[in-house]
Structure formats: C-alpha cells, structure tokens
C-alpha cells in the first residue's frame, strides 16, 4: 500500500510534468510521501532512538487493526466516507455552533492532511477565509486522485503526536513501546485523542485528561457502530500505561548524536532516511552510566563548599553547571556500550564524551609509567619524591606539586603511581625524553597533540574522553589497543546492508610483559592509592586497575578504569573550566566512585576472567616499604607479589647460565 501511495505520486507528477512540458512544484492537492526517520537500535535489538527532523516509520494501513483508523475517523470526521473531501453538513453545524456562541470546528481528515502535509502552500494557522477556500478546493482535488484509503493512510502516516513524533506508529513505539499493529483497543483510542492537542492530550504528562478524552472517543466509536458497546466498556475499564523513557530501552541521545555524527562521515545517506542502525550500546550499561553520573553529580552539588550554580538552580538557558561525561568500551572489539555526553541534552546537546577537549591530569600517567617500564626501570626502583624546579624556556620556573602539598622523598616507582606523585612522573619524563612518551602515547591511539613540556607529564595537554578512554582499552589487551566501534551495521528500507564496521585494533603499543606489569601497577591505585573508593562497589574478588585525574586549580577530575571486560572513563568539570569546588575535588572522590556505581548497579560484580602473567614476566615476593626481597623478618602483611620484565628483576634472582653449565651435567 506504501508503495502505490508513492507510485501514485509520482503518476501525478509526470502527469503534470508531461503537460506543462517542465516538472513543477507539487500541488496542495498531491500527496507526496512524507520524511522518514532512521531507527537507532542497541546490540539486544531494542529501539534507543531515531535520526531525523521528524522521527516518522510509515506503515500501511493494511498492517493496522481495523479499530485504529476508526478511532480516527469517528473523532476527527465521522463521515469521512460520506463526503467529497469538504464536509458540507459539518460546516452548517459549525456556522451554527458559533452563531449561537459555541465553538467546533469542521475540517475533515482530508483537509487537515492538505495543510499538514503541505504548510507552505496551505497554512492552518491562517484563519483566513481565502485560506479555508483554498484548502476546501485541494481537498476535494485530493478526493478526485486518490481513494479514501490512501487518504487515511497518509493522514496516519502525517500527524503530529508532540516530542517530534509523527505518525501512529512512531507515536505507538514511543508512548507503548510497540509496533502500532500490535496496539489494543484502548491506546488507538488514547492515540485518537491526541490531534486536537498533543500537548494537551499527553497520556505520558497527563494522563487523567487522556483517558477522559479516550472514553469519550470510545463511546463515540460505539454510537458509530465501529465497535460494540461491550467493547467500548470493556476499553475504558483498561488502566492508561505508557512506557517509561519515550519509548527507548535507555536514555541514549547523546550516544545517538555520536552514531548520527559518524555515520554522516562515512558517507551513508542519513538524509533520505527510513534505514535502520544497529549498534553496540548495552540498554543496561547505559541506564546504569546515566544514573551514575546524574547521582554522583548531584552529590558534588549538595557539599556545602559548592559555591557554582547547580542543575537544580541555574540561569535559564545556561549550561554553567557541573557536568560529566562518561564512555564504557568492551576492550575485546572496542563496542562502546555505554556513553553519556552531558547531565541533560534537551539542555545542553553540546556531546562531552566525543567533543570536549580537557586536560586528563593524572590520568595520563600510566603512558609515562609504561615508557619507563619499556625503558627497563623495575616496578621496585626507587624514586626521589621531592621538590623540583625546572628552568623553561620563557625563563619561567616549573615547579610541580603534590596535591597534598607533602613530598614523601624516596620511595618505589610502584608507590608512585599509586600515590600519584607529580615530581615523579615529571622526573621520568626528563628522564625519558618527552618525544619518546609522546610517541608511546600516539601508538595507545591518542590522536591529540601532547606539548613537549615537562607539565604534560601530569596531563597539561588535552584529550578528547572517547579517544582517551579506548587508549586505556591497550591495558586491559596486554598492549593492543581497539578503536572506538559505535555501529555494527546499517541497512537500508529493503534490509541491504548499506555499511558494516568490522572490529579495529591497532598495531601493539607495548609488549604484552611490559603491558601486564604497568597495569598490575594500576591495580594498586584501585587497592591502597587514590581510587579505593571504587572498593566500596566492587568486591575483592573483581580484578580492577585504574588511575585518577585531577588538574590544576580543580577543574577537571578523571577516573579511567579497566576490568577484564570493561574499559570506562568518567570525567567531570564546567563547561568553561574554573574550579569545582574550594576544597575536597579529586578524581579518586568524585568521579571514581560514579565509575564503580555504574559498574555495580549494571552488574559487574562478579569477576569475569582473570590478569595471569604473560610469557616474559617474573615475579617475587618483596618487601612493600623497602621494595627489596622479603625475608624470614618481613612481616606479612608488607609481602607482596611484584612483577617485573625477565632481566629487570633482582640480582639474586637471575640465573648466570656460565655458572649453571659450569656445575655439570643436569640429571634426572
């Protein structure tokens, strides 16, 4: 039935065309087929939004229970089927009506589909007699070229349902969450209601005022003989439910925006609509993510030391309140299943996670960390945590602190990063060559530029949250990082498949021994460093690596961690950077613990695999407060596992293979 709709369209057209010897405009009195929108699914094939100006899915009025167009019909024109497009009798009772001081108006589904579906020509908020004239002869027009069925079809296909959704059935899936096939007596009536005033007729906002106007459409179905007077009492004794979030499995705009964005960039024709795009989001994750972050940023705007506007108390149409970003990547493809961009998009659309340029602070340790472990410098080598002063080239001095303010002068490289010490990082930098950990850097797939300052050691230089968080995915691969995957597959209105994206991995930053020891050091962060939040709710038995940002002055914090089979991201600040707060404003407190409420309330509480050392790596049993190996006087609880690269371990463990052979022959 669609498509002779359109055939017959396009029949008109050419018919025109033929006469006047150039295709002209459309006429008032054509119907042409209306846009489309492309349906957004996650990877358990629930529906999480749609792209297009107008999210609209047509269907034929062949799929529709009969009781659905009905109801239509027995409101908005009940002798649709009588009339020639202009209901004369109709326009008697109207005159009457407001002669007498009521008001009623008479325009017939015909009409109303002439100025729904062509504005330009025929403008209903013209209230003009000229107006009325011109679309009473298009409708009628309409009437000579097209049969009643076609009519209603379109009109179906056409109406407004308020929140962009047009059409029956994208008002079905968003206020029922089902195809408007499968819709009982009950909501087609709830969905006739709404014409005369989607905004008023809500049955998500208002839905005592909808089922009032549904009964009265039920009765009146009944007066009209479409269906039974048990039918209709039996309608209007069902309970008005529509389904939470619009209609989608989570709230994903910001995820949808990103799939928008990227598939405009591989050139599939969004514009023509009407194709249907599978993803990678996890429905589960993502409600999880959004709750997260919507809770732990509230909890930072309910300290007492908040001194910036809030969510709740802001300048109308400012974004100037705490925002977040948060980007969840499965490391084994690179499927992002979850992504949040903002605290409200219908406030703020502006997409954090994959637009927002900040600087990671801390965070950006471990790419220094991994340099020096590739560099040969052991796990257990001591470092000086002290004060520095690095002359630069404006003649400035840089002088890096701890966010503490103290120096712990000389400890393991271990603690270090467990500690977050800034000289320390600052002091392998210098010592690595900044080019050499920029390098290391760009092969874990941040494509950002990293200034050559010995500040960007601490995560001075911006990065883009997608991007850094899928360069973390190269820990939880022993060195392999993956590329960020939205979009499994698009297909177009006859299910061709219109592009597909395979999994992406690039080629190994790090060696899998070197990988293993530099995350194993991350693990520490999570046990007894900067991040022990996230214990509170992950148990033990979940392995977990990560590390926390914080940037100068408070105004970006950061948790990137990693699971067996999660890599997630977490950052909060202001939109225009100033701090967050006076006090207390750390990666550890603030946005680690969102990252562990995402994962806990989506499940990940049971481990998943397991972080066995690799070919290439020895361990001992050391000394935590010494970084030496443990003896007969170390007390238990400062032994510890350590690892390190096969020939960076110490001495007493090496074995001289001169030595070995010059002991004779082994035997058995």
Known sequence: MLASLALLAARAGVARAQQGGAAPAVEAWQITPPPQSSLVFARDGSLIGEIGRQ??????????????????????????????????????????????????????????????????????????????????????????HY???????????????GHGWYGVESASQHFFGKPAAQLTLAEAATLAAMPKGPAIYDPAKFPDRARNRRDAILDLMAAQKFITRANADGAKATLLHTVANGGVSAPSPYFVDAVRAYAERTGVPLAQGGLRIYTSLDPVLQR?????????????????????????????????????????????TGDVRALVGGRNYQESPFNRATNAMRQPGSSFKPFVYARAIVDSLPPNAIVPDTSLEIPQPDGQLYRPRNDDGDFLGNITLRQAITRSRNPVAVQLWLRLGADSV???????????????YPSSAIGASVVRPIDFVAAYTAFANLGTPVEPRLIYRIEDRSGRTLYAQDVRALPPALEPAATFVVRDMMRDVIERGTATAVRRYLP?????????????????VWFVGLTPDIVAGVWLGLDKPRPIAERGVAGGTLAAPIFGQMLARAGYTHP??????????????????????????????????????????????RVDARRLFALGPITF
């Open 288 to 332: 999880a993510a959004v709750t997260a972050l919507l809770d732990g940023t509230a909890a930072v705007e309910a300290r007492t030391n908040y001194r910036n506007p809030t969510l709740a108390n802001h300048a109308k149409g400012s974004t100037d309140y705490l925002q977040g970003a948060v980007v969840a990547i499965d490391p084994s």
């Open 540 to 556: 033990k038995d979940v392995p977990v690596a990560g590390k926390t940002g914080t940037t100068n002055d408070n105004t970006d």
């Open 147 to 161: 049969t009643k069925e076609l009519i209603l079809e379109a009109y179906l296909n056409q109406i407004s349902f």
């Open 438 to 452: 920029i390098a290391l850097a760009h092969r874990f797939g941040i494509t950002t530029a990293i200034a050559p």
């Open 608 to 653: 998943v695999g397991s972080w066995s050392p690799p070919p290439g790596v020895v361990t001992a049993e050391l000394d935590r407060e010494t970084g030496r190996l443990s003896d007969a006087a170390t007390p238990p609880e400062r032994r510890y596992s350590e690892y390190f690269l096969s020939g960076t371990e110490p001495a007493a463990l």
């Open 55 to 144: 999210w609209r899915t047509n269907v034929s009025i062949r799929t529709l229970p009969k009781y659905l167009p009905q109801a239509f019909v027995a409101v908005e024109d009940h002798r649709f089927y009588q009339h020639d497009g202009v209901d004369v009798v109709g326009i008697a009772g109207a005159i009457k009506d407001n002669l007498l001081g009521g008001s009623r108006g008479a325009s017939t589904i015909t009409q109303q589909l002439v100025g729904n579906m062509h504005p330009d020509l025929i403008d209903r908020r013209d209230r003009t007699l000229s107006r009325k004239l011109r679309e009473q002869r298009a409708a009628r027009e309409m009437e000579k």
